[in-house]
């Protein structure tokens, strides 16, 4: 029999269809939980958390994110030095789909989102991924699926909205995940051989 912890690895998927069923809050917590007992840099546990559950709240966010893409588009020059994808003609079209889209195709309509904030400070982002792959795997164990949302950290673009969200001062997104019942759950994804990506020096 496959050790459960890593066949909860292996079969983890990253879900974007979701039922209209919600996720209560103890659920939300213990998979939360598991977040806090990741590694972190020097025991510092630097993260917070951010629960949405208001789906217009979700709704409303989709719609900035869009928004401050379509900004990010019509001032590339500007942008090009934080965000050099711009210069790639397939991430401009990408972009630009994804922006004008009547779909919410960021949260996907999940019933609930979790930003994962923390300060600028040496190996906290490593620490708080540490804390969103616990939460993920978690979050599959007890039959919930999950997907990170990197266009969360458009939002960072809006002070007014980060001050409304609560993210402290001097903090940032430095993750972003979407919690729900999957409708749908994709196949498993082909992975590379392990002769490929393994070195060994002995």
Not at 154 to 174: D, R, T
Request: hydrophobic share 45%.
């Amino acid at each position: 029999m496959e050790n459960p912890v890593i066949a909860c690895i292996k079969e983890r998927r990253s879900i974007r269809e979701y039922t209209d069923e919600p996720l209560s809050r103890d659920s939300i917590e213990e998979i939360i939980m598991a977040g806090r007992y990741a590694p972190s840099a020097e025991n510092r546990q630097p993260w917070k958390f951010i629960v949405i559950t208001n789906r217009d709240e979700i709704a409303s966010l989709a719609r900035e994110v869009k928004r401050q893409i379509r900004e990010v588009l019509r001032h590339q020059r500007k942008w090009k030095r934080r965000f050099p994808e711009l210069a790639e003609k397939e991430t401009l079209l990408f972009l630009n789909a994804i922006s004008s889209s009547e779909k919410d195709n960021i949260f996907f309509n999940a019933p609930a989102v979790v930003f994962i904030v923390t300060e600028d400070k040496a190996f906290y982002d490593e620490s708080c991924a540490c804390a969103a792959q616990n939460m993920m795997l978690a979050a599959w164990s007890l039959g919930v699926g999950s997907c990170w949302i990197g266009f969360a950290k458009f939002l960072e673009l809006n002070p007014a909205v980060m001050e409304k969200l609560g993210v402290p001062e001097g903090h940032h997104i430095s993750a972003c995940l979407i919690l729900g019942h999957a409708t749908h759950v994709p196949k498993p994804q082909i992975r590379k051989p392990m002769a490929d990506i393994i070195r060994w020096i002995e």
